[in-house]
C-alpha cells in the first residue's frame, strides 16, 4: 500500500539471513529478497549475515552485521544495497538509482513477491529495548560507514572471564578482518570513567582530595553521572539511556563486545550513583530499571546457535557482574526513607526476573552486600586516611 513505509534492498545475494528489531525473516521463501513492508514510525534496526541458519548462528567466520534507521513518515521508502566489497547493506547514494528502486517497490510485481512484511506483534516488544534511541543518538554515535559489526572494535576490550571468552568466539572476525562488515564500524561511544585511577582523576578534576571526600565520591558516583551527562549530552538524561539501548542492541544483535562492555560500563555508573538513582534522576533510574528488565527478558528468550552461546556466558555464569552492581543498589532501595512506589516496583520486578531467570538471588531486607566483591575493579573503593 502507497501508506506504509518499506525497506527496499536490491543485489542482496542467496543464503543471507535477515532480522528487523528482532523478528526473523525466512527470505528462503522468495527467489529474491527485495526488503520489508508495514514500517511503523520510529527507530528500526536491520542485521544480515552470511552464514547459513539465523542470524547469529555465525559460521565459517561469518558474523551479523547491522545499521538503525529511521522511518519519518508514512509511505517512506528506505533504500539500501548491497555492497559485495563490505558484505552489508548500504546506503543508495545514487539518485537515479534511488528512484528506480523506489518505483519498482510500487509498481513492479515481481519486485514486490520478494519483500517481506513485517509482523506487528514485535513492535511493542522492540520498543521497549530500543524506544529512548533518537536520530540524533544515531547520528551520534553510529560508525562513519553507518554499518555495524565486529569488524571494527579495539583490540583492548577487557580482561575479564567474559571478555576472554567472547574474544575467543568473536576473534576471527574482530581480529583477523573475515565477516562481519569490513567497513569502519567503531561506534563513537562515550568515554564512562571506570576503574579507580579514572575515578581519582575525576576526583583531581572536580577539586576533591581529602581521603574522606574521595571515598565519599567512590561510593557514590552520581556526581560523575551528573557531569558526565550534562557536559556530553546536554544535561538529558534520555539520551544516555537511548546510548545503553544502542550499545545493548549491537551487542545482541551484531554480537559486538564493545557494545556490550559500554553497556556493562554504563549500568555499572548508574548503580552505583545513589543519590542521583534515587532522589535527584529518579525518572531517569525508573527508565533504566524497566529497560533493564526489557533487555534481559528479550535476551533470554531461545535463540540457539552462537547467539544463544554468547547469552549464557554473559548472563548464566556466576561472576555476574549484574549481581556485583545490582546488590548494593537494590539494598539501597530497601533502606531509603522514601523510595518512589513505583521505582520500588520496577526494583522488585527486575529482582525477580533476575531470580526466575538467572538464578541471581540478591540480598533480601536486612542482608548485607557481603564482602566477596572486594577485589572487583567496579566494586566502590574506600580511600584510606
Excluded at 570513567?193 to 581521603?211: C, H
Excluded at 533476575?354 to 541471581?360: D, P, S
Excluded at 566483591?373 to 580511600?383: F, I, L
Amino acid at each position: 500500500m502507497a501508506s506504509e513505509a518499506n525497506l527496499v534492498v536490491s543485489g542482496v545475494p542467496k543464503g543471507v539471513t535477515v532480522v528487523l528489531d528482532y523478528q526473523w525473516f525466512d527470505v528462503s521463501q522468495v527467489s529474491c529478497w527485495t526488503g520489508v513492508r508495514g514500517l511503523s514510525a520510529g527507530v528500526h534496526f536491520c542485521a544480515t549475515t552470511m552464514a547459513s541458519g539465523r542470524v547469529g548462528q555465525a559460521a565459517a567466520g561469518c558474523f551479523p552485521t547491522g545499521f538503525f534507521f529511521v522511518v519519518e513518515r508514512e509511505g517512506q521508502n528506505l533504500c539500501r544495497e548491497w555492497s559485495e566489497e563490505l558484505e552489508c547493506l548500504v546506503e543508495v547514494e545514487d539518485e537515479g538509482k534511488r528512484r528506480v528502486l523506489e518505483e519498482r517497490s510500487r509498481s513492479d510485481a515481481e519486485f514486490l513477491m520478494g519483500m517481506l512484511r513485517y509482523d506487528p506483534q514485535w513492535e511493542e516488544p522492540w520498543r521497549k529495548v530500543a524506544g529512548y534511541v533518537t536520530p540524533a543518538t544515531i547520528a551520534r554515535v553510529s560508525p562513519v560507514s553507518k554499518c555495524i559489526g565486529v569488524g571494527g572494535e579495539p583490540d583492548d576490550l577487557g580482561d575479564s572471564v567474559h571478555e576472554a571468552r567472547l574474544q575467543e568466539q568473536l576473534g576471527s572476525a574482530s581480529r583477523e578482518g573475515g565477516g562481519g562488515c569490513r567497513a569502519s564500524s567503531k561506534c563513537f561511544y562515550l568515554d564512562i570513567p571506570k576503574g579507580k585511577a579514572a575515578l581519582a582523576r575525576q576526583g583531581r578534576a572536580r577539586g576533591i582530595m581529602g581521603g574522606r571526600d574521595l571515598t565519599r565520591l567512590h561510593l557514590d558516583k552520581s556526581p560523575i553521572l551528573e557531569d558526565l551527562v550534562g557536559s556530553k549530552l546536554g544535561g538529558d538524561f534520555d539520551e544516555l539511556l537511548g546510548e545503553l539501548q544502542f550499545a545493548f542492541v549491537c551487542f545482541l544483535m551484531c554480537q559486538s563486545l564493545a557494545g556490550f562492555l559500554h553497556w556493562r560500563d554504563i549500568l555499572t555508573l548508574v548503580f552505583q550513583s545513589e543519590r542521583a538513582a534515587l532522589e535527584t534522576q529518579v525518572d531517569f533510574s525508573l527508565g533504566v530499571l524497566r529497560v533493564l528488565r526489557s533487555q534481559l527478558d528479550l535476551a533470554l528468550r531461545a535463540q540457539g546457535g552462537d547467539a544463544s552461546a554468547l547469552v549464557d556466558d554473559i548472563f548464566r555464569g556466576e561472576d555476574h557482574f549484574l549481581k556485583r552492581s545490582l546488590k548494593e543498589f537494590f539494598l539501597a532501595v530497601q533502606e531509603a526513607d522514601a523510595v518512589p512506589l513505583a521505582l520500588e516496583e520496577a526494583a522488585e520486578s527486575l529482582k525477580g526476573l533476575l531470580q526466575r531467570r538467572l538464578g541471581l538471588f540478591l540480598p533480601a531486607d536486612g542482608e548485607g552486600g557481603g564482602s566477596d566483591d572486594d577485589d572487583d575493579e567496579y566494586a566502590p573503593v574506600v580511600v584510606q586516611l
